[in-house]
């Protein structure tokens, strides 16, 4: 059996955990895996104390993309019913950044469908995020698909801070799952971003039919990019795409496995329990907070999602204080 006290003071130390060592991790048997999950725990409070940020996403753009991503109910192929429409306007933007600011997010999100952005949708977020950041002064996020560097560069300079683009899976699996692009034309955008200057968020979707080879192929290629926040999604079929089952092996304890493994090979960045917490971790998703130090509330796209009152009250019934730009904690 593996020595997770150990492990943890190794990862502190600034060790990176070996291949066989992350394997070994995931394999870990339910008995053994209260030892790992206080390990994880240990590296989690030495880097991120006790501190959690909830981050607030808006669906800015949907449904309208030409990519194939199987697990996506915005993709070309998919026949899910969801709303469409183009960018959303500046007014409405900005109306939930001021909310997502009074409901104390640490971020607010923007998602984009589709695989780039024109001109004229570039020209329209960069006035819109200037407004955001001068208006509340919240952390913005967004995901914009493909960028040039010019296109990079404006943005940077608008000032937004970070860039939202999912390797999603291995380099290996990354066929199955979609195949108008490749795992490498992602991990060139990664550094296109990087290179202007803007922050990355960047992480997976765990049951996509991926193998454990596959998860840690994944959280050790992020290495090359080293995310300041890597989301960990849990797939939720949806009605109208490709995948319509659960992963029957998406126990709530492999997940916490999952985020336990991400948070070792990853110790300083905000590893975030996204999109299928709810779902997939049901009653447990309490234990995740002492893993991460980040969530979604109020919902993922176009997905709904725990709302945040009730997030809140999980952070505070645990002893964890709300990470807010400008505030303290969750008294503020």
């Known amino acids: 059996m593996m020595e997770y006290a150990l492990l943890a003071q190794s990862v502190i130390a600034g ?6 060592q992350a394997l070994a991790v995931l394999a870990a048997s339910d008995e053994d895996s209260l030892g790992l999950f206080d390990a994880a725990w240990r590296v989690r409070r030495r880097f991120h104390g ?3 940020q909830v981050q607030v996403l808006s669906n800015a753009k949907s449904g309208i993309c030409t990519e194939d991503c199987h697990y ?3 993709s070309l192929i998919s026949k899910a019913e969801i709303a469409r429409y183009p960018l959303k306007t500046r007014d409405v933007l900005l109306a939930e950044a001021r ?11 923007m ?15 960069c006035g819109v995020i200037r407004e955001i950041k001068s208006g509340t002064g919240i952390s913005v996020c967004c995901s914009p698909g493909f960028l040039s560097p010019e296109q990079a560069r404006r ?19 990354y066929p199955s799952i979609c195949t108008t692009h490749t795992w490498s034309d992602r991990m060139h955008n990664l550094k296109v971003c990087r290179a202007a200057g803007i922050e990355i968020c960047s992480g997976g979707i765990i049951g996509q039919g991926e193998t454990d080879e596959d998860i840690v192929d994944m959280l050790l290629a992020l290495r090359q990019i080293s995310p300041e926040s890597i989301p960990i999604n849990f797939l939720i079929p949806v009605p109208g795409t490709p995948f319509q089952m659960l992963d029957p092996y998406l126990t709530p304890l492999r997940c916490l ?6 948070r070792l090979l990853h110790p300083a960045a905000d590893i975030r329990m996204a999109g299928g917490r709810e779902v997939h971790l049901r009653s447990l998703q309490p234990m995740a907070l002492f893993l991460v130090n980040s969530i979604f509330v109020n919902g993922y796209l176009t997905e709904g999602g725990q709302p945040r009152d009730e997030a809140l009250r999980m952070i505070e019934d645990l002893g964890f204080e709300l990470e807010v730009e400008g505030a303290a904690s969750l008294r503020d």
Do not use: M, P, W
Request: proline share 0%; hydrophobic share 35%; aromatic share 2%.
């Open 15 to 20: 060790e990176i955990l070996s291949r066989k």
């Open 50 to 52: 006790n501190r959690v």
């Open 72 to 74: 996506c109910s915005q």
């Open 99 to 109: 909310e997502a600011r009074r409901l104390k997010a640490h971020r607010f999100c």
């Open 111 to 125: 998602g984009l469908s589709g695989r780039t952005l024109n001109d004229t949708e570039v020209d329209a977020l």
């Open 155 to 173: 943005l940077h300079e608008a000032g937004l801070d970070r860039v939202n683009h999912n390797i999603n899976t291995s380099e290996r699996h």
């Open 257 to 262: 496995r999952v985020l336990a493994l991400a």
